[in-house]
């Protein structure tokens, strides 16, 4: 069983930047996935990005490439979700997720794919 939790959710002015945070429970993820998805009000929730720790390798959706950065460290067990030039449409409760994975295998980015869940932490983008 592995436990996530969220944090550094808030509200931020549109052009402004927040930085995510995710512990995880385990010791190692080497062999993990982490994902972070997102559910604004009245859509299904959606896939933002993910990485697989042990190879680093990464992948994002299109709305957030060149904006948001994954990343991870090591000695902490957290994944971090840094957000930039953050725009309204950012508005949701981002949620993270976590697999066991092989570190070879393409970047996972299906709901389906994750095992684990965060309780998610709520982002307020305001125009």
């Known amino acids: 069983q592995v436990q996530l939790v969220e944090s550094g959710g808030g509200l931020v002015q549109a052009g402004g930047s927040l930085r995510l945070s995710c512990a995880a429970s385990?010791?190692?993820?080497?062999?993990?996935?982490m994902g972070w998805f997102r559910q604004a009000p009245g859509k299904d929730r959606e896939f933002v990005c993910a990485?697989?720790?042990?190879?680093?390798?990464?992948d994002y959706a299109d709305s957030v490439k060149g904006r948001f950065t994954i990343s991870r460290d090591n000695a902490k067990n957290t994944v971090y979700l840094q957000m930039n030039s953050l725009k309204p449409e950012d508005t949701a409760v981002y949620y993270c997720?976590?697999?066991?994975?092989?570190?070879?295998?393409?970047?996972?980015?299906?709901?389906?794919?994750?095992?684990?869940w965060g309780q998610g932490t709520q982002v307020t983008v305001s125009s």
């Open positions: 997720a976590s697999t066991p994975y092989e570190w070879y295998a393409p970047v996972p980015f299906t709901e389906g794919k994750y095992d684990y």
């Open positions: 385990r010791r190692t993820f080497n062999s993990y996935a």
């Open positions: 990485i697989v720790w042990k190879s680093g390798c990464t």
